[in-house]
């Protein structure tokens, strides 16, 4: 660019000043609301911007090299820094809502940066020392806390009684966290060396030919920008450890804040930089070690304090506060540049030499800028004392300067030696949450999301000790049992988005399967008072974005991928939602295998509801090979169409051949073992019509329920294996329990019991709480069994054996499952469960479903949990089809082969293959030989679940 020269001309200069303000106000402007919009890339789109910033700087100051270029940059460069790292702050402060905080946070950064310019152009006009200017800053922190004590004393902030982490605890979660020491150390490093560096390398770099004079700030701008980068994984780092520090008083969060706003403001190195540029040597250097001091001690307390004073729930930062302070920024910058004092020795605008006029200064040396108080580098050569006669004194070695350099060198060695030294022998012996199978708690199982919050332990700190052991199951199970997870839900404030816990998730999807009526979003899960709450609500006419245009929206919570068991006794304790007369709610409690993630169509397609390991016709699509067996095709269940099934054939069989994409694991005679995703359900909660009037006047009941595939003729399982332990004949106002008149469809066998429950323990209909459980005990015949519990009480049992093999329809039994189960709470509505009264869609709203815990036990002979057990592996093929299992809009395999042609392709049965090389194995293993020989039919297939 051409060189532009500016003498005193005040249009023109008022010129560079607005266009750099406006730039300030455009960048801060941008980054608040892109910021608030693309809020995962917050980070990355502050470096970009910060380093684009820095670009455009420099195309300014070689537009304009002779008006101060180095105090333009560095000014410039001080208000997107400082905004920069406002902006990374939001990245902290948006995940919480706390509304009156935030917006005192951002008004004292704002204040810190538009009063730092001022400040120091005051320091530089009346030569004011540092040591009296860093007393005036600390001051009018002071007077900013005070201040800010009396307008928000009476602001209730974050309870934090719940708050059982001690101080140590939260240093033992915090101290192995690499983004923190890395950002801490990629700050230290920079803040240490950029100033001598940049006067190291200034010298060289202007006597190089064919630079021009004002290039060797480019060097420096480069030099800011890796400032930038450092302070942004600082704030990186903040963000990751948000939610784990609380303080106990206002007093204490408002201080926290001040601080925050106070070291981010007029204690900026960058500032101070420029205000120390013209000091002299001496004291520049001085100031220079204080600075950098004061800036590691405020990059060491901004994440504590961010956190500190942040709460636990979600809400946007307003964009107005960002874009106010630019334009405060823009105004004081101005003002600051138009009042900058001018050298005595040098023309600042032109850089022209001067020659003073020797008739015309003063008699007294003082006028002549002469500071005779000050000491000088060269004094000792003017005022030779000794100390023993004989040399000259040297002063002492023990200087304010020496303790503050030694003891920052300190820190960073300590530093340095905490990453490469302490945190990998602190990773070696803390005690983990490894499963028996391999799994760690801080990531699910396939690795794909990194939990944020600190790892808890399987079993919460806050289950009583004397229900760690069950001196036996229920029925004949005479086993003792051990508690292998426990979740006491007494953290308020808990959030389940996705990766803000290690144990659970809610959904955001809707649940298009069973066409509720409501959209499950991870805003309706949260815990207050002790409980799970898990909300059922009308949507109002401004919450589109989160019921997507649906009427309602609901909770859909589980542990899916993170924690899973395999057999064993899961119970909760839980109050109804609604009101124990009214019907139309769907509440569910339900466990199902990992193979399978609910509401994700495409990959429950083929294994939902299976329970199945034999290759014979229970493989195929509709229970039928050809035309055989005729029975499935003309004697089955569906009222409209005689046919038995339209579920899709099991598509990780017994009857897959080999080389096929298949889980395994493979049984002695090389054939896989056939998975599935088996669903039970220890609850869905629904109430009976029976003598009701008026939409209301029900009974209470829960189902509870098994869910199987391949069926049996007409639904009907062998109802002889099955213990109740109440039934009708005791009178509909007792307690009674009684097979649900659903025995199943064309999609599902369902083996269910409908169990009264105490109509007392709704949450409209006197808020007490009831005990439900399920125990599993995997395998097959009298031996394997489904049990359910209502308040440690044996409802009913089915055995193995109801669901063994049927001739009839040429189908081999059904296994009790020894799939890794994953646990479910939901709260729904849909006319797909029942009818919904008018009470409910007219009544009162919301409906909450609430958990006081959920507890895992297994036989202490028999501790299997973990999502990926070596016997039952899933984690490899979940990697494999990760788009399968996290893209709700799949609705069928097929769709997701279409998607990922090269991923997922179609699984050969045997069956169906009869002459491929590659499937004899399978097809030699099956029972029936009937089938041997047979081809399919087309025509006689009917549509499927889909």
């Given amino acids: 660019m051409k060189n532009t020269t500016i003498e005193n001309d005040k249009g023109k200069r008022y010129a560079v000043i607005a266009i750099t303000s406006y730039l300030l106000l455009i960048v801060g402007w941008t980054d608040a609301i892109f910021g608030s919009l693309i809020e995962p890339l917050e980070e990355w789109y502050d470096l970009v911007g910060s380093m684009t910033t820095l670009y455009c700087a420099g195309a300014l100051i070689d537009a304009f090299k002779p008006i101060f270029p180095a105090y333009v940059f560095g000014v410039y460069l001080m208000g997107v820094g400082t905004g920069s790292m406002q902006t990374s702050a939001t990245a902290v402060l948006s995940h919480f809502e706390d509304g009156p905080l935030m917006t005192l946070v951002y008004s004292n950064m704002a204040l810190g940066s538009v009063i730092s310019p001022f400040i120091i152009g005051a320091f530089l006009q009346y030569d004011i020392g540092w040591h009296h200017n860093f007393w005036i800053l600390v001051g009018f922190a002071a007077i900013l806390i005070i201040s800010s004590w009396f307008i928000f004393k009476d602001f209730d902030t974050h309870d934090t009684e719940k708050d059982d982490y001690t101080l140590r605890e939260k240093l033992r979660i915090i101290l192995p966290s690499k983004k923190l020491w890395i950002g801490l150390l990629a700050e230290a490093g920079l803040l240490t060396t950029q100033d001598s560096f940049s006067q190291w390398i200034a010298p060289y770099v202007k006597d190089l030919k064919g630079l021009s004079n004002g290039q060797p700030q480019y060097a420096v701008a480069g030099f800011w920008g890796g400032l930038m980068v450092g302070r942004l994984l600082l704030a990186h780092g903040s963000a990751k450890i948000a939610g784990l520090w609380k303080v106990n008083s206002l007093g204490g969060t408002v201080t926290l804040v001040i601080l925050i706003g106070f070291f981010f403001g007029p204690l900026m190195p960058n500032t101070l930089s420029i205000g120390v540029e013209c000091w002299s040597r001496e004291l520049k250097n001085a100031a220079t070690s204080i600075i950098?001091?004061?800036?590691?001690?405020?990059?060491?307390?901004?994440?504590?304090?961010?956190?500190?004073?942040?709460?636990?729930?979600?809400?946007?930062?307003?964009?107005?506060?960002?874009?106010?302070?630019?334009?405060?920024?823009?105004?004081?910058?101005?003002?600051?540049?138009?009042?900058?004092?001018?050298?005595?020795?040098?023309?600042?605008?032109?850089?022209?030499s001067t020659k003073p006029e020797s008739c015309t200064n003063s008699a007294n040396p003082n006028d002549w800028g002469a500071r005779n108080w000050q000491s000088e580098p060269d004094d000792y050569l003017h005022n030779p004392t000794t100390k023993d006669g004989s040399k000259a004194s040297t002063g002492s070695i023990f200087t304010v300067r020496g303790f503050i350099n030694l003891g920052f060198l300190s820190l960073v060695i300590a530093a340095l030696l905490m990453l490469f030294a302490g945190y990998p022998i602190y990773d070696e012996f803390k005690p983990n949450t490894h499963t028996p199978s391999g799994q760690y708690a801080k990531f699910n199982s396939t690795g794909q999301v990194e939990w944020t919050v600190p790892d808890r332990n399987l079993i919460d700190k806050d289950t009583p000790k004397d229900v760690y052991t069950l001196s036996s199951g229920f029925g004949t199970d005479n086993r003792e049992y051990k508690l292998v997870f426990s979740d006491e839900f007494s953290q308020d404030g808990r959030s389940f988005y996705e990766g803000d816990d290690p144990y659970w998730e809610a959904h955001d999807a809707h649940y298009w399967g069973t066409n509720n009526l409501e959209w499950y979003s991870p805003r309706q899960v949260t815990t207050e008072g002790g409980n799970l709450l898990i909300t059922l609500d009308q949507s109002g006419d401004d919450d589109d974005l989160t019921s997507h245009n649906l009427d309602y929206t609901g909770g859909f919570l589980t542990t899916w991928n993170k924690f899973c068991f395999t057999g064993g006794y899961v119970v909760a304790n839980v109050s109804l939602p609604g009101k124990s007369d009214v019907w139309g709610l769907w509440p569910g409690f339900w466990t199902m295998g990992n193979l399978g993630r609910a509401a994700y169509g495409a990959s429950l397609e083929g294994l939902w509801p299976y329970s199945y390991d034999t290759c014979d016709v229970g493989t195929l699509q509709n229970q039928t090979l050809g035309e055989y067996p005729e029975e499935a095709y003309n004697q089955g269940g569906d009222p409209s169409t005689a046919a038995l099934s339209y579920s899709a054939g099991q598509r990780l069989s017994r009857c897959t051949c080999e080389n096929e994409d298949h889980p395994g694991p493979k049984?002695?005679?090389?054939?896989?073992?056939?998975?599935?995703?088996?669903?039970?359900?220890?609850?869905?909660?629904?109430?009976?019509?029976?003598?009701?009037?008026?939409?209301?006047?029900?009974?209470?009941?829960?189902?509870?329920?098994?869910?199987?595939?391949?069926?049996?003729?007409?639904?009907?399982?062998?109802?002889?294996?099955?213990?109740?332990?109440?039934?009708?004949?005791?009178?509909?106002?007792?307690?009674?329990?009684?097979?649900?008149?659903?025995?199943?469809?064309?999609?599902?066998?369902?083996?269910?019991?409908?169990?009264?429950?105490?109509?007392?323990?709704?949450?409209?209909?006197?808020?007490?709480?009831?005990?439900?459980?399920?125990?599993?005990?995997?395998?097959?015949?009298?031996?394997?069994?489904?049990?359910?519990?209502?308040?440690?009480?044996?409802?009913?049992?089915?055995?193995?054996?109801?669901?063994?093999?049927?001739?009839?329809?040429?189908?081999?039994?059904?296994?009790?499952?020894d799939e890794p189960m994953y646990v479910i709470l939901q709260l729904g509505i849909s006319y797909n469960f029942g009818a919904i009264s008018d009470e409910v869609l007219n009544g009162a709203w919301p409906n909450i479903m609430k958990v006081d815990w959920v507890r895992v036990y297994q036989p202490s002979d028999s501790i299997n949990i973990g999502c990926d057990p070596p016997e039952m592996p899933t984690a490899a093929y979940i990697n494999r089809h990760?788009?399968?299992?996290?893209?709700?809009?799949?609705?069928?395999?097929n769709q997701y082969m279409e998607k990922a042609p090269d991923v997922a392709k179609p699984v050969k049965n045997a069956l169906l293959h009869q002459d491929d090389a590659d499937c004899q194995i399978a097809l030699h293993s099956t029972p029936d030989k009937n089938l041997i020989g047979r081809t399919e039919t087309d025509e006689k297939k009917r549509n499927h679940w889909n």
């Fill in 882 to 893: 990760l788009e399968a299992y996290s893209n709700a809009n799949l609705t069928t395999w």
């Fill in 667 to 817: 049984h002695p005679d090389g054939t896989f073992k056939g998975r599935s995703a088996f669903e039970i359900d220890i609850f869905e909660a629904q109430v009976s019509q029976e003598n009701a009037v008026g939409g209301h006047g029900g009974t209470g009941t829960v189902s509870m329920s098994g869910q199987f595939c391949p069926f049996d003729l007409g639904y009907q399982w062998n109802h002889d294996a099955i213990h109740i332990t109440y039934n009708e004949t005791q009178g509909p106002n007792d307690m009674f329990d009684m097979l649900n008149t659903y025995q199943g469809g064309n999609q599902q066998m369902s083996t269910s019991v409908v169990v009264m429950t105490d109509q007392e323990a709704y949450q409209m209909s006197g808020g007490k709480f009831s005990e439900y459980g399920l125990q599993i005990t995997p395998g097959t015949g009298h031996e394997a069994s489904i049990a359910w519990t209502v308040n440690d009480e044996l409802r009913w049992q089915v055995f193995g054996d109801a669901l063994g093999g049927n001739d009839t329809i040429k189908i081999s039994e059904r296994p009790i499952t």
């Fill in 292 to 352: 950098m001091a004061t800036s590691l001690f405020g990059s060491l307390l901004a994440p504590f304090a961010l956190s500190q004073a942040a709460d636990e729930f979600s809400l946007k930062i307003f964009p107005p506060v960002l874009i106010v302070e630019c334009f405060i920024t823009a105004i004081i910058v101005s003002f600051t540049f138009v009042t900058r004092p001018i050298k005595e020795e040098e023309d600042i605008l032109n850089y022209k």
